[in-house]
């Protein structure tokens, strides 16, 4: 990123500081809010594109809207996946060298590219899984 902006720098700083989670523009808003720094949504949503094209964030579109995620790696070459929880809504970043070989069967194979930066792979967590197993054998 060339060139980043006090707007720039104070959204990334909240999705590092709340790396584990995922994030909606007004989730930051807030932050910001909280932190004494008035920046407007629509502000929030411009930086947000930016960093993600940058490829320090993810975006995750979900049915209730976007959600923003830090990402630790933002090299180009990088390639991440992320896994989402349909039960608890949580999202983990993953590097996974069993993912990449798949992509590239898929490519090889199948002549089709996956962007791993915007794939978002859905499950239930062990968590989740293991409450959903024990709702099922009651």
């Given at each position: 990123m060339p060139y980043t902006t006090k707007q720039r720098q104070a959204v990334l700083r909240c999705l590092s500081q709340r790396r584990s989670e995922a994030l909606?523009?007004?989730d930051l808003a807030e932050?910001?809010?909280?932190?004494?720094?008035?920046?407007?949504?629509?502000?929030?949503?411009?930086?947000?594109?930016?960093?993600?094209?940058?490829?320090?964030?993810?975006k995750i579109a979900t049915e209730e809207g976007a959600l923003y995620q830090y990402c630790p790696d933002p090299s180009p070459a990088h390639d991440c996946f992320l896994l989402r929880c349909e039960?608890?809504?949580?999202?983990?970043?993953?590097?996974?060298?069993?993912?990449?070989?798949?992509?590239?069967?898929?490519?090889?194979?199948?002549?089709?590219?996956v962007d791993p930066r915007r794939t978002v792979l859905t499950g239930l967590c062990a968590a989740c899984g293991e409450k959903e197993a024990a709702c099922e054998s009651k």
């Open positions: 909606t523009a007004a932050d910001l809010r909280r932190e004494g720094q008035s920046v407007g949504l629509a502000t929030i949503y411009r930086q947000l594109e930016k960093l993600e094209q940058a490829g320090r964030i993810h039960g608890c809504g949580r999202i983990v970043h993953l590097d996974c060298d069993h993912l990449r070989e798949l992509c590239g069967h898929l490519e090889a194979e199948h002549h089709f590219r």
